[in-house]
């Protein structure tokens, strides 16, 4: 069974401050690795996402950590807003043509920003 | 601007009875996919057509369960049976075949089994 392990599993974090979430997976060819954002009642919408051939990726306020030899990989989210409080989920795949399709999902991670 | 949208938003069901939902995927996008979410879960892999050939099923997909994508265009899934099991929101999603791999959800069906 491919998995992907995330962790924590719920998070409180201060405005303004950073938001880490961490995930490790098993299968070595796993190529793709998405961060998915899910709020109440709407289904999950791309975040951020990277391949294995860089080690950081940054969008915005948002950036992704890939440990290739570790098999894990981070969300940081910097300078956390109330808008942020989402449920967040990384996710891997593997296509040998190139896209991605079958995608694996953590077990989720509940933000919640305070004020 | 239309994204993917699913129908019925909302369904209960008596425990053995059948039910379908409905998604109707963003009309460029080639691939649909059928995932299933339960509480405090992440989405879980179930099928995945390519217009409207079906590539692939997951093992959770029991015997019970029946995706179809006649034309290429909206797909349906069929739940024959219910068990309270089967409780769960029901996602669609699409993508082109050729794109960066990113997946475009719907909002989901929520089935509730009694």
């Known amino acids: 069974q491919q998995q992907v392990k995330q962790s924590p599993q719920s998070l409180i974090v201060q405005k303004g401050g950073i938001s880490i979430i961490n995930c490790a997976y098993e299968n070595t060819a796993f190529d793709y690795f998405p961060w998915y954002q899910q709020f109440p009642g709407k289904g999950p919408a791309l975040l951020i996402a990277?391949?294995?051939?860089?080690s950081e990726k940054k969008e915005g306020r948002f950036t992704i950590s890939f440990n290739k030899s570790a098999k894990q990989f981070s969300l940081h989210i910097m300078d956390s807003q109330p808008g942020d409080s989402a449920t967040y989920f990384c996710a891997a795949s593997q296509d040998p043509t190139g896209t991605a399709s079958k995608l694996t999902f953590g077990t989720g991670t509940r933000l919640q920003v305070t004020l | 601007d239309t994204g993917v949208s699913q129908d019925p938003r909302h369904k209960i069901t008596k425990r053995g009875q059948n039910v379908t939902f409905r998604c109707d995927p963003i009309?460029?996008?080639?691939?649909l996919y059928w995932y299933r979410q339960t509480l405090g879960q992440g989405p879980e892999f179930l099928t995945y057509?390519?217009?409207?050939?079906?590539l692939e099923k997951s093992r959770l997909l029991s015997d019970r369960f029946s995706a179809e994508r006649p034309k290429g265009s909206f797909s349906t899934l069929e739940i024959q049976r219910t068990e309270q099991g089967d409780s769960a929101m029901y996602l669609c999603?699409?993508?082109?075949?050729w794109g960066t791999g990113e997946l475009f959800f719907g909002e989901g069906s929520r089935l509730t089994v009694l």
């Open positions: 999603a699409s993508s082109p075949t």
């Open positions: 057509f390519q217009n409207e050939a079906q």
């Open positions: 990277i391949r294995p051939d860089v």
């Open positions: 009309s460029e996008h080639n691939r």
